[in-house]
């Protein structure tokens, strides 16, 4: 007997697929906060992006990837130096990747053999 996703697995499931084109633009974005004649524009849509990710995962239960974003989300709207604030969002995209990796792998499982691993 073949096991289903719940009905949240398969939203997270969803979410998640979505989040994979907007890591890439959030790297963009990241790597534009160095032009001086971008930054401004480009810390507004990374910030924007960002809350909505957050708001978005913690909707469906994703705590992990809701406070990495929440994270970066903060120090894109920051002050302070920009080297250290461009290191903080590249150290937290990476973490924001392995976040939604590690969501996805436990989000595929179905629902019965997740409940049989815990004890």
């Known amino acids: ?8 697995q398969q939203a997270q499931l969803v979410f998640l697929d979505a989040q994979v084109q907007k890591l890439a633009r959030i790297h963009t974005l990241i790597e534009k ?5 971008e ?3 480009s810390r507004k849509s990374l910030s924007r992006m960002l809350d909505e990710m957050k708001s978005g995962a913690s909707g ?5 990837i809701a406070a990495t974003a929440a994270m970066m989300s ?3 709207r920051g002050t302070g130096g920009l080297h250290t604030r ?15 990796d590690g969501a ?6 179905p629902a019965a053999a997740a409940e049989e691993t815990v004890p």
């Open 1 to 8: 007997m073949a096991l289903k996703l719940s009905s949240r």
């Open 33 to 37: 906060l160095n032009s001086p004649s």
């Open 39 to 41: 930054m401004e524009s």
């Open 60 to 64: 469906l239960g994703l705590s992990g």
């Open 74 to 76: 903060g120090l894109a």
């Open 86 to 100: 461009l290191r903080g969002l590249r150290e937290g995209l990476a973490g924001l990747k392995i976040n939604c």
């Open 104 to 109: 996805r792998k436990a989000a595929s499982k």
